[in-house]
């Protein structure tokens, strides 16, 4: 199957600093990816669809200013968190499609602690 | 409430019993789909069936569609402890949208 890198895997940061996760299709083209946070025992929140080329379109109470998508290339999207705060502590986690598939391709996650 | 509700939340059984797992949706689907997470870990793909399919298996998995109740189960056959996991649900409602996922039900199972 085709593989999404993620990285880093894990990052602890100080508060107020901005940390930046990046996605790759390694194998595989990916116009569009998602990204996601996942809250301990819970499920997967889409956050934003990157799109290449173009901006990303966010799901509703996310904040464009906090979370900031930029999708250059074909292969790579990234999810930098603005200003970060103890509160945006969460896992992390982006995929994406082959072209024409249905099935999703997911990154390892990134856990994010804030300090 | 979300789109895709799993059911039950948790499930605890013995190695070699089977596991079922049941995910029940509102709107028009596309197709579902079926995911596994590894605690810390990303999700991967398990399976996917269609809205014009009623069942579908791969190797020990057995997936099962109802439309008509928009509801789908998966069923892992004789379960082993590598299988403990989380599982989600994720409905595809049109061509080239995002799923939405379910809540996911947790499995153990004890060796």
């Known amino acids: 199957g085709a593989v999404v890198s993620q990285h880093p895997s894990w990052v602890i940061c100080k508060s107020g600093t901005s940390v930046k996760i990046e996605c790759r299709s390694l194998?595989?083209?990916?116009?569009?990816m998602f990204w996601y946070r996942q809250f301990p025992k819970q499920s997967l929140m889409l956050m934003a669809t990157?799109?290449?080329?173009?901006?990303?379109?966010?799901e509703q109470g996310v904040e464009k200013d906090k979370f900031l998508i930029n999708h250059a290339s074909l292969t790579l999207s990234t999810l930098t968190v603005t200003s970060a705060h103890p509160e945006d502590s969460s896992f992390y986690i982006c995929?994406?499609?082959?072209?024409?598939?249905?099935?999703?391709?997911f990154g390892e996650g990134s856990r994010l602690t804030v300090l | 409430s979300q789109q895709g509700e799993e059911d039950p939340q948790a499930l605890s059984i013995q190695e070699g019993e089977n596991a079922t797992m049941n995910c029940s949706y509102k709107?028009?689907?596309?197709?579902l789909q079926w995911y596994r997470q590894n605690s810390g870990r990303g999700l991967v793909h398990l399976i996917l069936i269609r809205s014009n399919e009623r069942e579908k298996h791969s190797g020990r998995l057995r997936v099962t569609l109802d439309t008509s109740k928009k509801s789908s189960s998966l069923l892992i056959t004789a379960s082993r402890a590598a299988d403990t996991a989380s599982y989600f649900c994720a409905t595809d409602a049109a061509s080239g949208s995002r799923l939405t996922f379910g809540e996911g039900t947790q499995l153990t199972v004890n060796p």
């Open positions: 990157s799109n290449e080329g173009s901006k990303a379109t966010y």
């Open positions: 194998d595989f083209q990916a116009t569009t």
């Open positions: 995929s994406a499609r082959v072209q024409g598939g249905r099935e999703l391709f």
């Open positions: 709107t028009s689907i596309n197709n």
